[in-house]
């Protein structure tokens, strides 16, 4: 067995680790588990448009050419959508780059214009109006929302993620010992510490290669900029570039002409049968060349971005260019490294994988949740014998670590659940991004204040039945909406999580009264004497 | 002599060493040994961007294990100067061929 000063150690570090990062994580995994259906979302959010319905992809070529004789400007750049949906909801679409201060386009800040066909076959456009509900649910998971450049933030969440990875192994090593006598025992009853430790444990143990994967994907992802440039200098000799690059015969024949959408459909599926097409992405430059993305899914493989596979297109020949990034093309090891990409992703194996990452997502929530509450209680000063419970002072620490706790956490559910009920107006009126940061951080910010106010034992229940209260005006939006888009699975999700927010705020209601009062969950329990008393 | 006869007891007071030296040694140590996968499976170090980007994958699992087991050693030098010659070693192991 495993010495007990080596698991004395590692309880240590797990603790540490754990209390930096734990509510850091918190919002990473609630909001991972939640762009599982991203797409989802952003269909639930999507604005309302006046456009006519997409025309057949047979009209494909007649919409391009109006849409551009209107506007010269969408030929530099366009998109052709397969999939329409409330989000996409037009066959075509251009974009215009938006020139940041230094002269150059600014990534992801482009307008976008749709266009369709009426029923006399004249264009129709509209511009874009963004919801970045979606987006915004995946900066909260990549970055905590914070507004950091990239470089920031990636330092910042890949060192997040590596101390998530020491608490993974320090937790593992110090459940070790008694794992097989404790297994599938959650000791309900007096001993709430017991409970609390028991539900984390199985949590952790059964969600440990979900975990474990997480934790080193994530690495990858903030890390691998440094790493590659490290690799190019100590193994590549600084050659790496070299490595990429593929044998192209690129040469466009004389007197070509580009094939039409319709035939550049049938010869990419001639080429990859199961392969579903969702965008081609047309791109001609000054010079006259063209280049043509392609983006789709081919359920039989794993994909490495959650939406599908890239690649490029010949447009002369319907030729499929760059296939290492489309599903089911590549060396030997491309399978390996998709498999890295989905395995963070969920994108194999369909639906049911990707409720099971939001299971395992949410989960993953309440471990680091249950983490948390697990200090707290180790921060307890407890009555002895004889002495009058309500006499006793609470540690700072302990009740600092409470009300952040509940505040970030209930704050982070309330501020989703506000941000998606609010969405659907704000993409409406084509409110800008920062709109909806500052729906969510005002949620978040009033129940951290408010627990710093009431104390964790009332706002625990407080913040609780607000987080109910947001997350059922995600149903009441969609009956009260002028966008009827009915009843779906994000309602009903919502109204499970509502009633879930419900029950566990009368429990935590409970709690506050009847929980022992040198405990911080008692609303009565004495405010934190100094640190210089409590160390006795 | 009383110390030598006391047995050594871990701690986590002198994290700070061991872990330092395995974030900056185990970072160098993760690159050379998947460099070291790099050259010795397959076709070696080749024209093949999936091989590139697994050998940029491997990094991470090595780093982040080496780091978790760090704590193991009994203190900072010793987790300096093993990481050291395991960094000499790897590093010879890589060129050798």
């Known amino acids: 067995m495993i010495r007990a000063d080596i698991v004395k150690m590692y309880k240590e570090a797990h603790s540490w680790v754990g209390i930096i990062a734990g509510l850091a994580l ?15 979302i952003n269909s639930w959010s999507a604005a309302a448009y006046t456009l006519p319905k997409p025309p057949p992809l047979e009209r494909t070529q007649e919409l391009i050419d109006k849409t551009i004789a209107k506007n010269p400007e969408a030929k530099k750049s366009y998109t052709i959508n397969f999939k329409t949906d409330a989000y996409t909801p037009a066959r075509m679409q251009w974009n215009i780059p938006t020139i940041g201060k230094n002269g150059k386009p600014m990534r992801g800040k482009d307008k976008i214009y749709y266009a369709s066909l009426d029923d006399n076959g004249n264009v129709v456009t509209s511009p874009q109006r963004k919801s970045f509900a979606g987006k915004l649910i995946d900066d ?205 992703f969920g994108t194999y194996g369909g639906l049911p994988i990707k409720w099971a990452y939001f299971i395992l997502g949410l989960a993953g929530a309440g471990l680091f949740y249950t983490g948390n509450i697990l200090w707290v209680e180790s921060k307890r000063k407890r009555a002895r014998a004889k002495q009058d419970p309500s006499e006793i002072k609470q540690t700072k620490s302990g009740f600092i670590l409470a009300q952040l706790t509940i505040g970030v956490s209930v704050g982070t559910i309330a501020g989703v659940s506000l941000l998606l009920a609010l969405s659907r107006y704000l993409a409406n009126y084509n409110a800008p991004e920062i709109y909806y940061n500052y729906v969510f951080y005002a949620a978040l910010v009033l129940c951290v204040a408010w627990a710093f106010i009431r104390g964790p034992a009332k706002a625990g229940y407080e913040t609780t039945f607000f987080a109910a209260f947001a997350t059922a005006l995600i149903p009441i939006t969609t009956l009260i909406s002028f966008l009827n888009r009915g009843f779906g699975i994000i309602e009903i999700v919502a109204l499970i999580g509502t009633f879930a927010l419900i029950y566990m705020g009368i429990k935590a209601r409970k709690r506050a009264q009847n929980a022992p009062i040198d405990s911080v969950w008692h609303e009565n329990c004495n405010q934190p004497a100094n640190s210089l008393k409590v160390a006795e | 002599m009383s110390s030598e006869t006391k047995p050594f007891k871990y701690s986590s007071k002198n994290w700070f060493p061991k872990i330092s030296a395995a974030t900056i040694l185990g970072f160098f140590l993760a690159i050379i040994i998947s460099g070291i996968f790099a050259k010795y499976t397959g076709a070696g170090i080749s024209n093949d961007g999936a091989k590139v980007q697994l050998t940029m994958w491997l990094v991470a699992p090595v780093w982040l294990l080496i780091i978790s087991f760090a704590f193991l050693f009994k203190n900072g030098v010793q987790a300096w100067l093993y990481l050291f010659i395991a960094n000499i070693a790897a590093i010879l192991l890589f060129v050798i061929k």
């Open chain 1, 140 to 344: 909260l998971h990549l970055k905590i929302g914070l507004p950091f450049t990239r470089y920031v933030s990636d330092f910042f969440m890949g060192t997040i993620s590596v101390l998530y990875f020491v608490a993974l192994i320090s937790g593992t090593i110090v459940l070790i010992p008694s794992l097989i006598k404790d297994l599938f025992v959650i000791r309900f009853g007096k001993n709430l510490k017991r409970m609390w430790l028991d539900a984390h444990n199985l949590m952790g143990i059964f969600s440990l290669p979900f975990h474990i994967v997480m934790a080193f994907t994530a690495v990858i992802f903030a890390f691998h900029t440094p790493i590659y440039a490290l690799q190019n200098k100590m193994l590549y000799n600084g050659n790496i570039q070299k490595l990429w690059e593929e044998i192209e015969n690129d040469q466009i024949p004389a007197n070509a002409k580009p094939l039409s959408v319709l035939e550049l459909k049938s010869r990419i599926e001639q080429q990859a049968q199961n392969f579903t097409i969702s965008s081609l992405s047309f791109k001609n430059s000054k010079d006259g060349h063209t280049t043509i993305r392609v983006t789709g899914d081919d359920p039989r493989f794993v994909t490495r971005t959650p939406t599908g596979g890239f690649g490029e297109v010949n447009p002369y020949s319907g030729q499929l260019e760059h296939t290492d990034t489309l599903p089911g093309f590549g060396t030997k090891y491309e399978p390996v490294v998709i498999g890295l990409f989905a395995s963070h």
């Open chain 1, 26 to 40: 918190f919002i990473a995994f609630y909001c991972g588990a939640l762009t599982m259906f991203e797409a989802q």
